[in-house]
């Protein structure tokens, strides 16, 4: 391996701090790297069926839930009736749509 191959390598340094706004210059609030992170999640039940079950419940809209079979749920034999072609269509009457 070449000196330039070694020196392309990461350090192993998973932080980088050089975005953050410095004293006096365009102050926008951004978070180090190095700063604490809250967890709302405790390590012992973060990777649980416990959690799984919880997240479930809070992402499931139960009202929003059929009931019962919707298989061959059609209308009645006779009634649908398909759409000519040129129905719903202005008359053509020789005129463009957009020079109305």
Known sequence: M???QQNDIPAGIA???D???RTGQNE???QKDEAPVSDPYSVESADSDEQLQRDENDAIDRSNIVEGRTRGA???AGTYVEPGDEEGLPTDNGR???AQ
């Open 2 to 4: 070449s000196a330039d």
């Open 15 to 17: 932080h980088d701090n």
């Open 19 to 21: 975005y953050v706004s």
């Open 28 to 30: 926008i609030p951004v």
């Open 74 to 76: 059609t209308k009645e």
């Open 96 to 98: 463009s749509a957009i």
